[in-house]
């Protein structure tokens, strides 16, 4: 369980990071704040010959509200945002998904911007990004260019960063004011990989719904939106039996897969459960407007 | 190719020599000669070499030693008081029988100590959720989270 030999570079300026991946390519690995890669690196699943250290980087470590958009450096902890003021009042889907990031000791060092570059289905912030309709900002040495939410990720564990970019900022379009959301995760212990989990955005006007959003986890090979069951929310009176039938066609949008942790049937029954209450929880936190 | 890391110790200015990619936890055992820090799953499951960085828990197997370059890290062994006393940490699990082998218990002091340091309640929930990062698979955690109750009532 230790690592294999690479050659480790720190880099000190943004310009070196990228001048360092330009070189490079695929056979370098940038290492944020280490939570995913080090364990891949223990097991031997990765192997770069190069490792380009950003921890030294001035500027990726932003974190504030712009416009409406919660804008994250791509090397903020994600125990900075857990802290920081306002966030569950504001986005109670960020806060709730958060919880379930590991424990503190990871998330006092894990990068959100790894998290999303690692593209883990099972991971929080990935789905979180479809659901705020996130853009990515990622840079190389020689352009720059944004990456909107679903275009990252692209395959299993598969982000759309090429491997001479870097990403560097990160853009959460918050649900307007009044809206209510929630995220619900179930793994076997706190803190460990989910099994399934539902994360939840519904604005209500005038007794109808009139913004739906539903995000599945760990339900197949990417982050899920269910864009049919959004669209059987719409127009809607946020009723329990509309909540039922919505949270049942979340279905055949996923494919989870038999694992130890448990059987597909039993996670496809999850992650209905957890949507149906979610939007429960997501009613219940919307303001009427 | 090794690289020289120069950081602080429990205090104390250190420089060593290490590869590259010798953790943080094999550093502080093998080099620094602190081996209160135990390595268990080294994969950043088990917690048990929890140690303090710039007083923020942090997982030691799952950094690299020359990624403490210039920060604080704070282990087992820097806990000791002036007379060489147990930690009140440390003498709350003594106390309460909150380890048995011992072997995951400097992680969850560790936990524990910057648990308290936040300001942390001695609400029940907040305390397995807290050190649910540690496994224990001696004690059943009722002690522990004894032990850390107590403390958080008497933390001024």
Redesign the interface.
Known sequence: MKPPPFEYRRAEHREEALGLLAEHGDEAKILAGGQSLMPLLAFRLARPAVIVDINRLAGLDELHMEDGALVVGSLTRHRAIEKMGGIAERCPLIADAISHIGHVAIRNRGSVGGSIAHADPAAEWPVIALLLDAQFEVESATSSRTIAGPDMFSGYMQSGIAPDEMLTRLRFQLPSAGAGSAFLEVARRHGDFAMAGAGVVLRISDGRINDARIGLMAAGLTPIRATDAESMLLDQEPADEVFEMAARAVDPAIAPLDDVHGPADYKRNLAYVLTRRALHLARDRAGVT | ?T?DVTLEVNGDPVTDTV???M?LA?YLRDVAGLTGTHLG????VC?AC?VL?DD????S????A??A?GHRVTTIEGLVGPDGGLHPVQDAFSRHHALQCGFCTPGFIM?VV?YLAEGGSDDEHEIR??I???LCRCTGYHNIVLAIQELARQNP
């Open positions: 190719m690289r590869d590259p990619r953790t094999d799953c080294e994969h950043g917690g929890t960085l923020r828990s942090v997982r197997c799952l950094m690299l020359v990624q370059e936990t910057e959720e807290r649910s990062g540690n």
